[in-house]
């Protein structure tokens, strides 16, 4: 991964006056810090390689998140990915991908389940018969959900999108609303926007589970990006605010 802060490929013009922020094929992940509990693996499977397994298990969300953070606040944020959500027994459960932004406090409970980085986020993932928090007659399918609101009561599902790799999109409007797509499709929205004290300090997140028990979760080619910024990014700090880790 490159270092988009110092480097031209920051401001790379897609189409339509959109600019890259970051992109990630997993194979440097010198921008990330991982954590959660087992830690994520960088694997080779379906037929891609360097691909993401959060490695989350019944247990433990597991993730990385980004070493930077920017300021996303009146922009139109976009974050894709390819997802393979591999399901091979809906008596399982603990089988997420997911991508979306955090404000970069990691809450520690002392319980692993509970624990991680509070994020706004979209998710694909299997509520199976060992899914003891989902209700009965939601059991045995796979569905798309989000943050504020977005996928509520089980109301998107994508039985269809598993055991392939799909396009994963999560676009943050400039008013900090939520919209969801898989392979260009419109999926759903967000009822209310994300706070705004959290689009001024905005790291980005992948996490998850994957824990093998009736399926895998896999995230490869992460790219983020503004669109219809027409400003130079890396030189205005105002407009592309970016924060280190610590």
């Known amino acids: ?63 990385i998140i980004s ?36 404000n970069g406090t990691e809450y520690t409970s002392g319980d692993c389940a509970y624990d991680g980085y509070p994020s706004y986020s979209i998710s694909m993932h299997m509520d199976g018969d060992a899914c003891w928090a989902t209700p ?11 943050s504020l609101g977005l996928g509520a009561n089980y109301s998107i599902q994508i039985d269809d999108k598993v055991n392939k790799w799909v396009k994963l999109k999560m676009v943050i409007d400039n008013s900090g609303y939520i919209k969801a797509y898989i392979d260009g499709q419109f999926m759903g929205a967000s009822t209310e926007p994300i706070p705004e004290e959290v689009l001024k300090n905005a790291y980005i997140i992948i996490q998850g589970r994957s824990s093998g028990y009736g399926g895998k979760a896999y995230i490869d080619n992460v790219v983020v990006y503004i669109e219809n910024e027409t400003e130079n990014l890396s030189s205005n700090t105002s407009n592309n605010e970016i924060l280190e880790n610590n």
């Open 136 to 146: 009965a007659d939601k059991r045995k399918h796979t569905y798309l959900s989000g």
């Open 1 to 63: 991964t490159e270092n988009l802060s110092s480097n031209t490929s920051n401001n790379e013009i897609l189409e339509n006056n959109t600019k890259v922020l970051l992109r990630e094929n997993f194979d440097d992940l010198s921008e990330w810090n991982f954590w959660g509990s087992p830690k994520p693996e960088i694997v080779d499977v379906h037929n891609f390689e360097n691909v993401f397994d959060n490695m989350g298990d019944s247990w433990c969300n597991s993730g």
């Open 67 to 102: 070493k930077k953070a920017y300021d996303i606040r009146g922009k139109n944020l976009i974050i894709e990915a390819d997802v393979y959500l591999e399901v091979d027994d809906y008596s399982g459960c603990w089988v997420e991908a997911s991508i979306g932004i955090t």
